[in-house]
């Protein structure tokens, strides 16, 4: 037993040994010579962009092919590195200053984290470009552990060079997409009519991209200074208080997101309206609200509009534009997005006909209704020159009923795409009132159509005119008299009677003679 003791001892003794020699070796053989040197590539760089990048590491030694590398901290990062938010949460550092990575912690938290570092304690950097191509390149540069940011605020890349690393930067650019809502139908889309008056809704979807250092780095959304900003046409008036803003929300089929979905705490951003910038209103998102985001997430905001008595009737419509800026100085912004919301105009000529030429009625009076029976007619506000308009909440002298003038013209604006009833309420003196109401149906592209109903049918035809309304007003003829015509025969009548009286008294007087 003795002797087998002795010879264990020997077994350890010679392991710690075999493994000691290991340790060297492989030391000696992962040295790299000095003055060795990497290059860093950004490929599909966005153009006007500034690229730079920050050395966080020394790489003292490596073996590529046994994935083993020894790093410290260079001396500018050092702090950064054995900081108490970095330190034990994403690195260890050991005794002697050795970096190591901690199993699972998140590469793109840590690197929003230096990204910060950086910008707030001036470091220096070991190259800045801006990008005149899709192409950046920084070359020369000693081997250790690389920050790569962007004044996108969207690239926040950690490397190591050994040598030649190329980093493809995919989707580096948010996006936001405008939609607004089609009330006759519920979907969303670039395009709406609607009424003056009327409430009009609104959505804004941005999408927080996806970046990609390079194959076997993790990914980040590096969501940096997201301020929506939305500007509306003068025929619009934005709802105060209607901003929702959502965080990946279920979307209904028409575009919409879901009445039971919860939105976000307001906290996590600031609404401005009207914004110093000369925007209708901006949504600021909280730098925290931002770090939260991931690759591919849904920003939705939704709000609403009130088409107001400035409105463009037809033409170019009224716009809406939305659009996000973004990036370490907020000056990077994306596309703008625009829907347009249109409202549309009938114009009506009342006349008679007189030989074979028009001739203009006034008296008529008139009301517009979306119901065949008259029920509830639409209110209007006079704009003079026969010009009406629908009416706003904060309207105060309104009418329901048209009267024409001695030109029997006159135009009703603001209208929405829709099938109205143009009906006559009463007719100018001497002319018969329409027994029905003209049937008026307004496309989406603005277009009149009226239909006069038809009695043989009991029903409005299938086809109708387009363009002006023209309502034809049929008068009446006199009735012969029959007061004048009766005494002139009572008068003759009486006369053959009074002369044939005397005829006969006359002759019975000769007769009586001759006796």
Same mark, same amino acid.
């Given at each position: 037993?003795?002797g087998?003791?002795?010879?264990?001892? /020997?077994?350890?003794?010679?392991?710690?040994?075999?493994?000691?020699?290991?340790?060297?070796?492989?030391?000696?053989?992962?040295?790299?010579?000095?003055?060795?040197?990497?290059?860093?590539?950004?490929?599909?760089?966005v153009?006007?962009?500034?690229?730079?990048?920050?050395? @966080?590491?020394?790489l003292?030694?490596?073996?590529?092919?046994? *994935?083993?590398?020894?790093?410290?901290?260079?001396?500018?990062?050092?702090?950064?590195?054995?900081?108490?938010?970095?330190?034990?949460?994403?690195? +260890?550092?050991?005794?002697?200053?050795?970096?190591?990575?901690?199993?699972?912690?998140?590469?793109?938290?840590?690197?929003?984290?230096?990204?910060?570092?950086?910008?707030?304690?001036? @470091?220096?950097?070991?190259?800045?470009?801006?990008?005149d191509?899709?192409?950046?390149?920084?070359?020369?540069?000693?081997?250790?552990?690389?920050?790569?940011?962007?004044?996108?605020?969207?690239l926040?890349?950690?490397?190591?060079? +050994?040598?030649?690393?190329?980093i493809?930067? =995919?989707?580096?650019?948010?996006?936001?997409? =405008?939609?607004?809502?089609?009330?006759?139908?519920?979907?969303?889309?670039?395009?709406?009519?609607a009424?003056?008056?009327?409430?009009? +809704?609104?959505?804004?979807?941005?999408?927080?991209?996806?970046?990609?250092?390079?194959?076997?780095?993790?990914?980040?959304a590096?969501?940096?200074?997201?301020?929506? /900003?939305?500007?509306?046409?003068?025929?619009?008036?934005?709802?105060?208080?209607?901003?929702?803003?959502?965080? *990946? !929300?279920?979307?209904?089929t028409?575009?919409?997101?879901? &009445?039971?979905y919860?939105?976000?705490?307001? &906290?996590?951003?600031?609404?401005?309206?009207?914004?110093?910038?000369?925007?209708?209103?901006?949504?600021?998102?909280?730098?925290?609200?931002?770090?939260?985001?991931?690759?591919?997430?849904?920003?939705?905001?939704?709000?609403?509009?009130?088409?107001?008595?400035?409105?463009?009737?037809?033409?170019?419509? *009224?716009t809406?534009?939305?659009?996000?800026?973004?990036?370490?100085?907020?000056?990077?912004?994306?596309?703008p997005?625009?829907?347009?919301?249109?409202?549309?105009?009938?114009?009506?000529?009342?006349?008679?006909?007189?030989?074979?030429?028009?001739?203009?009625?006034? $008296?008529?009076?008139?009301t517009?209704?979306?119901?065949?029976? &008259?029920?509830? !007619?639409?209110?209007?506000?006079s704009?003079? *020159?026969?010009?009406?308009?629908v009416?706003?909440?904060?309207?105060?002298?309104?009418?329901?009923?048209?009267?024409?003038?001695?030109?029997?013209?006159?135009? @009703? =604006? $603001?209208?929405?795409?829709?099938?109205?009833?143009?009906?006559?309420?009463?007719?100018?003196?001497?002319?018969?009132?329409?027994?029905?109401?003209? =049937?008026?149906?307004?496309?989406?592209?603005?277009?009149?159509?009226?239909?006069?109903?038809?009695?043989? @049918?009991?029903?409005y !035809?299938?086809?109708?005119?387009?363009?002006e309304?023209?309502?034809?007003?049929?008068?009446?003829?006199?009735l012969?008299?029959?007061?004048?015509?009766?005494?002139?025969?009572?008068?003759?009548?009486?006369?053959?009677?009074?002369?044939?009286?005397?005829?006969?008294?006359v002759?019975?007087?000769?007769? +009586?003679?001759?006796k």
């Amino acid at each position: 037993m003795k002797g087998m003791d002795i010879t264990m001892k /020997h077994v350890k003794k010679l392991a710690c040994l075999l493994l000691a020699l290991v340790m060297v070796l492989s030391l000696s053989v992962t040295a790299f010579a000095a003055g060795e040197t990497g290059t860093i590539t950004i490929d599909n760089a966005v153009k006007d962009q500034t690229y730079t990048i920050y050395k @966080i590491l020394e790489l003292e030694s490596y073996d590529a092919a046994s *994935n083993a590398y020894a790093y410290k901290a260079t001396t500018a990062w050092s702090s950064f590195i054995n900081g108490n938010s970095v330190k034990g949460v994403y690195v +260890n550092v050991d005794d002697q200053g050795y970096v190591t990575w901690v199993e699972n912690a998140s590469a793109a938290d840590f690197a929003k984290l230096a990204q910060a570092y950086a910008k707030d304690n001036g @470091i220096s950097n070991q190259g800045s470009t801006k990008a005149d191509g899709t192409t950046v390149t920084f070359g020369s540069l000693e081997l250790g552990y690389y920050l790569v940011d962007t004044t996108l605020g969207t690239l926040c890349s950690l490397d190591t060079t +050994n040598h030649t690393v190329t980093i493809k930067e =995919k989707n580096v650019e948010p996006t936001n997409q =405008k939609k607004v809502e089609e009330d006759s139908t519920g979907d969303y889309g670039e395009e709406n009519d609607a009424d003056i008056g009327q409430t009009v +809704n609104f959505q804004s979807t941005i999408t927080v991209p996806i970046n990609v250092s390079n194959e076997n780095n993790a990914t980040t959304a590096g969501a940096q200074n997201y301020v929506f /900003h939305d500007k509306m046409s003068d025929g619009l008036t934005y709802t105060s208080g209607s901003v929702k803003v959502y965080l *990946n !929300p279920t979307i209904d089929t028409n575009g919409k997101v879901e &009445d039971s979905y919860t939105p976000v705490a307001t &906290d996590n951003y600031i609404v401005t309206a009207p914004a110093a910038d000369g925007d209708t209103f901006d949504v600021v998102f909280t730098e925290a609200f931002c770090n939260s985001l991931k690759g591919n997430d849904k920003i939705v905001i939704s709000y609403s509009a009130t088409v107001n008595k400035n409105a463009v009737v037809g033409g170019n419509g *009224n716009t809406n534009e939305s659009k996000l800026s973004y990036g370490e100085e907020g000056k990077s912004e994306t596309k703008p997005s625009t829907t347009t919301t249109y409202t549309w105009k009938m114009q009506v000529f009342k006349y008679a006909k007189d030989s074979n030429t028009e001739k203009p009625l006034a $008296g008529a009076k008139f009301t517009l209704s979306k119901n065949t029976d &008259d029920t509830s !007619p639409i209110t209007l506000v006079s704009e003079g *020159n026969n010009v009406y308009r629908v009416a706003t909440a904060d309207d105060t002298s309104t009418v329901t009923e048209i009267t024409t003038d001695t030109i029997g013209k006159f135009t @009703i =604006k $603001g209208l929405d795409s829709d099938t109205y009833y143009l009906k006559e309420t009463a007719a100018p003196a001497g002319y018969n009132k329409l027994a029905h109401p003209i =049937k008026v149906v307004i496309s989406d592209t603005g277009t009149v159509t009226y239909y006069e109903y038809d009695k043989d @049918i009991n029903d409005y !035809p299938t086809e109708g005119a387009t363009g002006e309304i023209q309502v034809l007003n049929q008068s009446g003829t006199e009735l012969p008299s029959t007061g004048g015509m009766g005494t002139t025969i009572f008068y003759v009548i009486g006369s053959i009677l009074m002369i044939g009286a005397a005829v006969l008294l006359v002759t019975k007087r000769r007769m +009586n003679s001759d006796k």
